[in-house]
């Protein structure tokens, strides 16, 4: 886990506009400057049409910047399928911040690594491991952790997790057969004529041994879905 931590930080190092990948406070005078479109050269600014979200993009990664004056604000830091999201409390101190996986599926965002809860000072007062959280009450979270899955289906399929488009999500389940905690990487294939078409590969949570590998469809109702 600690070599995976230090693998993703020196991956960002490179791309995020303050040159350090951990965040304390919310920068709400780098967020008017921006929200005014002063931007730098190499950088992309997407409004909506709301004046309390921004969104720009800095070499391979988006930044999204939301301000709720009084209320929760937030930044999201992205490159490919991995990110990281911080909020902030009402004093623009941190709230918290969380690692995640997304593709494809909006249903299927699956936090990893460490959450970290802060108080008003910016205090640790919770901290939330997903790689050793137990299943369910009387499940125990398995002895493989997503970063070991993300390697071997990369070893196994050269199929990249953090940066392939197609990645539909990545998630454990408990396999009523075996008895045991595995994983899948889902590859999504397409959704024409209304039709959800993955490629599935499964893996033992307990050795990280490829399963299977299978195709599924499911039938989308008319004019699809707006997420999935």
């Known amino acids: 886990m600690k070599y995976y931590s230090i693998l993703l930080l020196f991956i960002?190092?490179?791309?995020f506009f303050s040159q350090n990948t951990e965040i304390s406070q919310f920068n709400l005078a780098e967020y008017k400057k921006l929200i005014k479109k002063s931007c730098y050269s190499d950088c992309e600014i997407?409004?909506?049409g709301n004046q309390n979200f921004i969104q720009f993009k800095r070499n391979d990664s988006t930044i999204n910047m939301s301000y709720q004056k009084n209320h929760i604000s937030s930044i999201i830091k992205t490159i490919d399928n991995y990110y990281i999201v911080y909020e902030f409390h009402p004093n623009l101190n941190i709230k918290s911040r969380v690692e995640n996986i997304g593709g494809v599926s909006q249903m299927l965002q699956?936090?990893?690594g460490i959450e970290t809860r802060f108080d008003m000072n910016g205090n640790i007062i919770e901290q939330i491991d997903y790689d050793n959280i137990p299943y369910d009450e009387n499940i125990p979270t398995p002895k493989k952790k997503y970063h070991d899955i993300i390697l071997?289906?990369?070893?196994?399929?050269?199929?990249?997790?953090f940066k392939d488009k197609s990645l539909f999500g990545i998630h454990s389940f408990y396999d009523e057969k075996t008895k045991k905690v595995n994983y899948k990487v889902i590859k999504f294939l397409g959704d024409e004529n209304n039709i959800l078409k993955l490629l599935i590969f499964e893996y033992d949570g307990e050795t990280g041994n490829f399963v299977k590998q299978e195709k599924s469809e499911m039938q989308l109702p008319d004019g699809g879905l707006p997420h999935y």
């Open 12 to 15: 960002f190092t490179g791309y």
């Open 46 to 48: 997407k409004t909506y």
């Open 110 to 112: 699956t936090p990893i």
């Open 152 to 161: 071997a289906v990369k070893k196994d399929f050269n199929f990249d997790v």
